[in-house]
Nanobody
Framework: QVQLVESGGGLVQPGGSLRLSCAAS????????MGWYRQVPGKERELVAY???????NYADSVKGRFTISRGSANNTVYLQMNSLKPEDTAVYYC???????WGQGTQVTVSS
């Protein structure tokens, strides 16, 4: 049973930055794409970024140029550097494989002045 633990969220002002971290109980990210998802109340969860085994990255149009996904050398960690944050980025952020499996608790990101 894989556990996913997200951390690093918080309250930031527009234009600020946060770095999210994700740790998995195993090395599942070594055999799957690693992704970050987010969910706003009343809306479906969306994939915002993922990284392939070869290190190629992909981003949703809404975050491209502002967010950067990366992975740790142990293949059980993944990070999301978020810069130039906007109020529209407010959501609960989750890490998971792509395609996704079981969800962790996520970490709340709130962007507000």
């Amino acid at each position: 049973q894989v556990q996913l633990v997200e951390s690093g969220g918080g309250l930031v002002q527009p234009g600020g930055s946060l770095r999210l971290s994700c740790a998995a109980s195993g090395s599942i990210f070594s055999r799957s794409y690693m992704g970050w998802y987010r969910q706003v109340p009343g809306k479906e969860r969306e994939l915002v970024a993922y990284i392939t085994r070869g290190g190629n990255t992909n981003y949703a149009d809404s975050v491209k140029g502002r967010f950067t996904i990366s992975r740790g050398s142990a293949n059980n960690t993944v990070y999301l550097q978020m810069n130039s944050l906007k109020p529209e980025d407010t959501a609960v952020y989750y890490c998971n494989t792509v395609p996704y499996s079981n969800w962790g608790q996520g970490t709340q990101v709130t962007v507000s002045s």
